[in-house]
């Protein structure tokens, strides 16, 4: 039985990777969790220069689901290297280290500092809604994204995939920029952008006002835009949002996902990832399917 999966000529175990800002660079997980199964580890977006963050509160709870504003707080990229990369080292799986800035000059010192790392992939995340800067708007305008793609392929030493924001009204039309700007792969969806009153402070649950939602009730949306992406590009696609369980991972493989991230589920269930890569197993065990290839994208 094959559970391997290749992405820009990377080859993964198995096709469960975990979701960038919900796993932080692995340590803090390594206690309940054996790294060495995962398909790869998506890293906490990382910037040229630390980053404080968002006042705070910065999360909250909703139904079936949480809001965050962390504001891609993060210790910037030397650090990174220096801590967080020798510790992913350690272990057998793959390292996806996850990329932030405020212009596009940021990004590509990230990616240029990035060239000589241990890594295997870089993930450009054009879609968080909750640092307050126009370019940002980058991941909702396709011209923006095919230009930010082509600069950073062009200084990349390590394939790139774009992660996509779902807060734009054509996902299909984003994620042929990204494939036309010369992207390895797309991930999505990032958060979608809501809000939450405080009743009884009378004011906003979050101090930057808006903030991303995530988890369960994002779901639905989360597979119909990677059905809809997978309709319209080529490249591979990384599904999530949502994901709990394992039938909601093979629903998102099923819908054209050649690998899935698990994100919020992990703060109620550090093991979510192994579940569902032994859930998965167990499903193609059960269904007499020989290669997981069989069920990417086997719903037209
Ligand atoms: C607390 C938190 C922090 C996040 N930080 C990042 C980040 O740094 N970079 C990024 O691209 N996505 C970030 N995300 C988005 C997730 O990677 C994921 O795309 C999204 O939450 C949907 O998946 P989920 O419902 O499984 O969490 C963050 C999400 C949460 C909940």
């Known amino acids: 039985m094959n559970m391997k999966v290749k992405i820009a000529g990377v080859e993964f175990k198995n096709p469960v990777m975990t979701a960038s800002g919900t796993f932080g660079s692995g340590a803090e997980y390594s206690e309940f969790v054996d790294l060495n199964q995962l398909g790869a580890v998506v890293t906490k977006g990382v910037a040229n220069v630390p980053w404080a963050g968002n006042a705070t509160p910065r999360i909250a709870e909703v139904h079936s689901g949480m809001m965050n504003a962390i504001g891609l707080q993060n210790p910037g990229i030397d650090v990174f290297c220096e801590r967080d990369i020798p510790f992913l080292q350690q272990f057998d799986t793959k390292v996806i280290v996850n990329v932030c800035g405020h212009a596009p000059e940021e990004y590509l010192a990230v990616v240029e500092r990035l060239a000589e790392e241990p890594i295997d992939m870089m993930e450009i995340n054009i879609s968080c809604p909750n640092v307050n800067a126009n370019?940002?708007?980058f991941g909702q305008d396709p011209k923006h994204v095919e230009e930010l793609t082509a600069q950073i392929k062009k200084v990349a030493k390590q394939p790139v995939i774009m992660k996509l924001t779902p807060n734009v009204t054509d996902i299909a039309e984003i994620a042929r920029a990204a494939e036309a700007g010369g992207a390895d792969a797309v991930s999505l969806i990032n958060t979608l952008?809501?809000?939450k009153i405080d009743i009884n402070r009378r004011t906003f649950a979050l101090a930057n006002k808006t903030g991303g939602v995530s988890g369960p009730c994002v779901k639905p949306v989360a597979v119909?835009?990677?059905y809809q992406a997978a309709q319209a590009v080529k490249i591979p696609i990384i599904g999530m949002g949502g994901i709990q369980n394992t039938e909601d991972a093979l629903e998102f493989i099923m819908a054209g996902a050649t690998?899935?991230?698990i994100g919020t589920a992990n703060f109620t269930n550090p093991y979510a990832t192994i579940e569902v890569i032994d859930g998965i197993?167990?499903?193609?065990?059960?269904?007499?399917i020989e290669d997981i290839h069989e069920l990417i994208g086997c719903v037209k």
């Open 135 to 137: 370019f940002l708007a």
């Open 259 to 261: 690998a899935v991230s």
């Open 224 to 226: 119909r835009m990677v």
């Open 193 to 195: 952008t809501g809000m």
């Open 281 to 288: 197993q167990k499903y193609m065990e059960k269904n007499q």
